[in-house]
DNA sequence: AATGGGAGTTGCAAAATATGCAACAACTGA
DNA sequence: TCAGTTGTTGCATATTTTGCAACTCCCATT
């Protein structure tokens, strides 16, 4: 490990909680301010850090390159595009694309609804794993030991009265997902909406990522959801075609 | 400046143009491979790069967090929604706000047209400065010290028959931007959009950020663009409003 | 206008870490 | 099974990082 780069990269994460001063950001990683000067200093010859007026640095501008490219390198993403667009334009919901990486679930892609909603998925930004229908689509997917390894450590807070909140019971809804092929959020994630999602598969019929579509539950009932679920699972399909899967 | 944290800062801006082996990145930075391993391990334990199978890193997932966290401190972002979230419902077409930052443009949110299309930008990605209108509003207000130096290392490439391309013919467009109150990209970044953009201002009357709309030229030709300009200048308005301008 | 306090900045000796080396481990293809 | 490639490790040495104390700059108050 090195230090000198961890005390770094802890004043880069801290400034995610906004605007902060060098005394501040001296405080944080506990060295002399001469010393949190000069790392601030190069964070912002890279552009990781700016100048905030005259006393505050906050979060830089190479964070957005580096995030862009980042999603851009993700292969799925520019492969699955035709299919979740062509969703999107026909049905005129939210459609999500979204990865697993490194015990995270993170929103990869997304076409906006016709209606005017506001949602909290961002592109960027980690779907929670115990109750959006992207997340379930990928932990069930995972191998038991790996999975064992994100439940040990998964918290499971009630944001809606259908959330659910137990290992076990989220044990029991990966199963339903395994039997079925797709996910479903029934407003467990944010009340006035609900989701079905669905895997799209690799060359050896590994999941490389879920693709989800959100409606507002004043614009279909749930029955009116499932009634696109051929729909979503045709999208996830023709994407994993695109992405090397062979279908049976 | 820190020579540790530079070639870490250094092997991530590398790992932005493809996933890359250790001695790869040892060659880049011209350190002995174990050094690079160190500076490795570091970054990964704070999830800017990742594994990418056995031989590979690739960049990593704190960068999503990171660039998200950046774009919604952007105060200008989240008081500008509402009037660009109304202007694209209303008309249906694609809407962009970008702000200046270190000699760049970015954009910091976008509304997806209605109808079905590709363009350049998206959310914190960077806008060309010599062809689009969000840059040519924003770059119109800067002071001219300030002008002169984003000037002295800009670029002009011709990606339309319509690109300015040289510094002159934009100081002379910036020129009309200020005069008119708006700015007008008029095919010169993608030839078959054109786009107006116009200043949200803040409290003291500088220029926050900029608002664009753009259009296939095959939906709207540029007299019908045109036409739509009281909308954006009222949207516009509107924004700074919410920033803390006061109308005169 | 002067002053004091807060925050940023600097040069350099001392303290501490980063570094490269050489060997080893693991994996893969022949 | 073996060779080559790539990742990994412990430790002595080389080099950088660090803190100090003083300085500069800016702003608010008197």
Chains 1, 2 share one sequence.
Do not use: W
Not at 19 to 35: F, M, R
Not at 200 to 208: D, N, P, S, Y
Not at 219 to 226: A, E, K, S
């Amino acid at each position: 490990m090195s230090q000198s780069l961890d005390r770094a990269l802890t004043l880069v994460s801290q400034l995610a909680s906004g605007p902060k001063t060098l005394d501040e950001l001296s405080g944080v990683i506990g060295v002399h301010k001469s010393t949190t000067l000069r790392l601030l200093r190069t964070l912002e010859s890279h552009r990781f850090v700016q100048r905030d007026g005259v006393h505050h640095y906050r979060l830089g501008t190479a964070l957005f390159d580096l995030a862009n490219i980042a999603l851009e390198e993700r292969d799925v993403r520019r492969a699955a595009e035709p299919a979740l667009r062509d969703l999107n334009a026909r049905l005129g919901h939210t459609v999500h694309l979204a990865s697993y990486e490194d015990g995270e679930v993170i929103y990869i892609d997304k076409y906006e609804s016709r209606h005017q909603m506001r949602m909290y998925s961002r592109i960027g930004r980690r779907a929670p794993l115990h109750c959006t229908a992207v997340a379930k689509v990928l932990l069930a997917d995972l191998p038991a030991p790996a999975l064992q390894k994100v439940l040990a450590t998964m918290e499971f807070p009630r944001l809606t009265a259908n959330t659910i909140t137990s290992p076990a019971a989220y044990l029991e809804e990966l199963d339903r997902v395994r039997a079925n092929g797709y996910a479903v959020d029934n407003a467990e994630h944010e009340d006035f909406i609900h989701c079905i999602g669905a895997p799209i598969k690799g060359a050896r019929g590994e999941v490389l990522a879920a693709v989800s579509m959100s409606v507002p539950k004043v614009l279909l009932d749930f029955d009116g959801l499932l009634a696109h679920l051929p729909d979503l699972l045709a999208t996830a399909e023709a994407a994993s075609v695109e992405c090397g899967y062979v279908p049976r």
